[in-house]
């Protein structure tokens, strides 16, 4: 929503001569603005100036009340199809006289102009890379603007060449002239390039050693990829590792070296009639896939398989992440190579992507056999998105390229202080706001930084497991933290203790705010969906979160208010044998669960595991006695009520999966058992209160007796698993009419589920109720870190409040 803010001058005067100064907010930095403005103003024949500033974008024009109010009204209508605006601050002044209208130089201040992120090629662009008699035909780095690199390139605000890595390579005078001509879509264009002045491609071996140059190094790469060779892309925000989609053999040796048992691996297509050819694509997924973000979308394959998919892509999966070309280099490979190829991070299982050329042959160097590289320096990091299309709206499950780092705006009154450094450059002080460092959680960890009521979200950094995952995270504070020039006065973690980024937080020698881990989930997809001044019933569902009792959360119903949180409801505990290492072995949790219910009779002859034998001979009869002491002495059997330990479980009992070797890979079969499925019956659904006052239980415990019997009756998995899930909504919809809110909000890892969120949706509609859920913020944890940042502001309402907490010898947990 636009926020006009005029002054009590905003009504012009009288006479015939004004100036109008507009101050613009928003994404309107990369996206031709500047241009935009000149072009508007010099057609209205008004006189003035427009600058970018690392605020925003400045404008003062001259003319007649009525030019001056189609100009403002034109401003909003006509802008770049790219940009958004947040805020335009109009006022009216006496005229100063200008006799032209310019684009002046950038000016410094307090940065909180929005970044745009990197832009997938445009249609005019891409046809000139195919146009032999154009001087960019076949040229891999030709861009505009309203295309290109943004984020991977920029090093400071405001948005100009001296700040980013194009830097380096000076324009040639053609365009040069492209780039001062304000009728040409490349005026301004700040990666602006050609074959003559900007960068280019070489095609190295694994030492380093270069091939070929230019145009020799494509066709070097794809002959590679037809003889079934690994190559190594520097692409946009890092490198892919590239086989042939179709060679299996290939495949299967790319996954060996990559340490990549069976998680799926992203294809790139060559076009949309191939992705038509192996997937269903709806015309919600197809304006996906050809958006500007232009991501990596989870699509249905057809039900007969397509010998141009190799079946080591995505193993036992009936989906497909696909994404289209999104850069000229792609759109030249995928063109001439005329299929598609797997498009996978260029890293090591665990560990960052590779930027830097000489980096890549040090870590990839026993992976990929070539290196297709080029000379443009990338910034920071930045993987493919990865999307799904839930209720009809995009779903982000992975926010990296094309998304990150657009903030969000929370509808909240930030604390600000007017203590210096003030902002003088429109001749007037602006009070200095508070920035927020949310460092996320431990698992698909992004980091945030909020100033004031803008939260900028950075791009997706992963699994803090090891040593370099560790170092990515801090080069992203580190980066956008200069991006923005925020050197944040307080910092808000999970309130785990032993998160890698909690133990970060507490080096940095600032105040310090610990935000419970699934009020965190609900904050951020209220902020996303601009209702944190309202009361909810927050459904935060996934694996694991720290609780305020100590034990593991994860099935949860919190109830937020404007001013305060309390957990309402919850899955009914069960123990974790082995805590951790439960996480990765879901045999383990389904004993948890069926000890749960049947205590020792779960062991011994005659047992309840008699009449689920693939669950029994997923373990040795050693393996089992161990399992039955910790139970009796309860050792290292943390108690939990993780919804996604429940799924975990149900997986195992039903013999979908009894250990993994990725994150959610049980929870992920059964919801693929569920083709071909078509019930909307359920199992019982108890809630029961342990003592007046207390939060509502949900009792898992009769669906799972049912479950056992079910598969005693022959019934088909899915048939079992619709049934829970169905279970699981109609839970959500008894706990909502229990606690009486209207509002209800889904989020966690749970849901990135389409089927459970989908008949969530619908189920909570029919009740007549209201639910909100994740779209460009994931619904897993990478969506904590906002969810920390606005947690903090919340609790930090005052500039009194912030100084208190600075007195605190230990940090409270909100």
């Not at 203590?419 to 003088?424: G, I, K, R």
Request: hydrophobic share 40%; aromatic share 8%; glycine share 8%.
């Amino acid at each position: 929503m636009i926020e006009c803010k005029t002054g009590a001058e905003n009504q012009p005067p009288s006479p015939q001569f004004y100036r109008v100064c507009l101050t613009i907010r928003g994404a309107v930095q990369g996206v031709g603005f500047r241009p935009f403005v000149y072009r508007l103003a010099t057609e209205l024949k008004l006189t003035g100036w427009v600058n970018n500033s690392a605020r925003g974008v400045f404008v003062e024009v001259e003319g007649t009340p009525q030019q001056l109010e189609t100009f403002c009204q034109r401003l909003e209508a006509e802008k770049p199809a790219l940009s958004f605006i947040q805020n335009l601050e109009v006022s009216w002044q006496d005229p100063v006289g200008y006799t032209a209208f310019e684009i002046r130089a950038s000016v410094s201040g307090e940065k909180t102009a929005v970044v745009l992120p990197d832009i997938a090629t445009c249609p005019d662009c891409l046809q000139e890379i195919f146009d032999r008699q154009n001087r960019r035909y076949r040229y891999p780095f030709t861009n505009c603007t309203n295309c290109g690199p943004r984020y991977t390139i920029i090093a400071g605000l405001p948005y100009d060449r001296g700040q980013t890595t194009m830097k380096h390579f000076h324009m040639c005078p053609e365009c040069q002239q492209e780039y001062d001509n304000p009728l040409n879509r490349r005026f301004h264009a700040q990666p602006n390039a050609c074959p003559q002045c900007g960068p280019h491609l070489e095609l190295w071996d694994n030492t380093g050693k270069s091939l070929a140059e230019g145009d020799r190094a494509l066709h070097s790469t794809v002959t590679a990829l037809c003889q079934g060779k690994i190559v190594a892309v520097k692409g946009l925000g890092g490198f892919h590792l590239m086989v042939n989609a179709g060679d299996d053999r290939a495949v299967q040796r790319l996954r060996q070296c990559k340490g990549r048992e069976e998680k799926p691996f992203a294809l790139m297509s060559p076009g949309l009639d191939w992705v038509r050819r192996v997937c269903e694509v709806s015309p919600p997924e197809e304006r996906v896939l050809r958006s500007p973000a232009c991501p990596i979308v989870l699509l249905r394959r057809h039900a007969i398989a397509d010998p141009a998919i190799a079946p080591a892509v995505a193993p036992g999966n009936p989906y497909l992440g696909i994404m289209l070309p999104y850069t000229p280099l792609h759109h030249l490979l995928l063109a001439d190579f005329g299929q598609a190829v797997v498009a996978t991070s260029g890293n090591l299982s665990d560990e960052p992507i590779c930027t830097d050329e000489g980096e890549a042959i040090a870590r990839l160097g026993n992976i990929a056999d070539l290196f297709l590289v080029h000379n443009r320096p990338i910034v920071r990091p930045i993987d493919d998105s990865v999307v799904r299309v839930v209720a009809g709206r995009e779903m982000v499950m992975r926010r990296a390229r094309g998304y990150a780092p657009l903030p969000i705006s929370a509808n909240f009154n930030s604390p600000n202080y007017t203590s210096p450094p003030a902002d003088m450059s429109r001749g007037k002080a602006e009070k200095n706001l508070l920035k927020i460092l949310g460092v996320g959680a431990h698992l698909k960890n992004t980091i945030a930084i909020g100033v004031g009521e803008q939260m900028f979200v950075s791009q997706h950094i992963g699994d803090l497991e090891t040593p370099q995952a560790c170092a990515s995270f801090e080069r992203a504070i580190a980066s956008l933290q200069d991006l923005y020039d925020a050197q944040p006065q307080l910092v808000a973690r999970d309130a785990h203790p032993d998160y890698r980024s909690t133990q970060f937080a507490a080096t940095l020698h600032l105040p310090v705010i610990s935000v419970q881990h699934h009020y965190a989930h609900v904050l951020a997809c209220m902020a996303e969906n601009q209702i944190l001044g309202e009361s909810v019933l927050g459904v935060a569902w996934d694996g694991t979160g720290y609780g305020l009792d100590g034990t593991i959360w994860g099935g949860e119903f919190l109830r937020v208010c404007p001013s305060s949180w309390e957990r309402v409801g919850h899955f009914r505990t069960f123990r974790l044998p082995g805590g951790d290492k439960a996480v990765k072995e879901p045999r383990r949790v389904a004993l948890g669960l069926l000890y749960e219910l049947f205590g020792e009779a779960v062991f011994g002859e005659g047992s309840i595991l008699d009449e689920l034998p693939h669950l029994r001979d997923a373990f040795t009869p050693s393996e089992l006695k161990l399992l039955q002491r910790m139970f009796q002495r309860q050792l290292n059997v943390p108690l939990t009520s993780s919804a996604g330990r429940l799924f975990d479980g149900v997986a195992a009992i039903a013999g979908v999966r009894q250990t993994l070797s990725f994150e959610g890979q049980a929870a992920m079969g059964l919801e693929f058992a569920l083709e071909g499925a078509d019930l909307d019956e359920g199992y019982p659904v108890e809630l029961h209160r342990d003592e007046a006052g207390s939060p509502v239980v949900f009792d898992w415990g009769p669906m799972v007796v049912q479950i056992v019997r079910d598969l005693g009756d022959r019934l088909p998995v899915g048939a079992i698993s619709a049934k829970f899930h169905n279970t699981l909504v109609e839970a959500i919809a008894a706990v909502a009419q229990a606690v009486g809110e209207e509002r209800i909000v889904l989020t966690g890892g749970c849901f990135q589920n389409a089927y459970l969120s989908d008949r969530a949706i619908r189920r909570l509609r029919a009740a007549q109720l209201r639910p909100y859920w994740h779209q460009r913020i994931p619904p897993n944890d990478g969506g904590i870190a906002l969810g920390q940042i606005v947690a903090a502001s919340r609790a930090i309402a005052s500039e009194s409040e912030y100084k208190q907490l600075q007195k605190r010898s230990i940090d409270p947990c909100v």
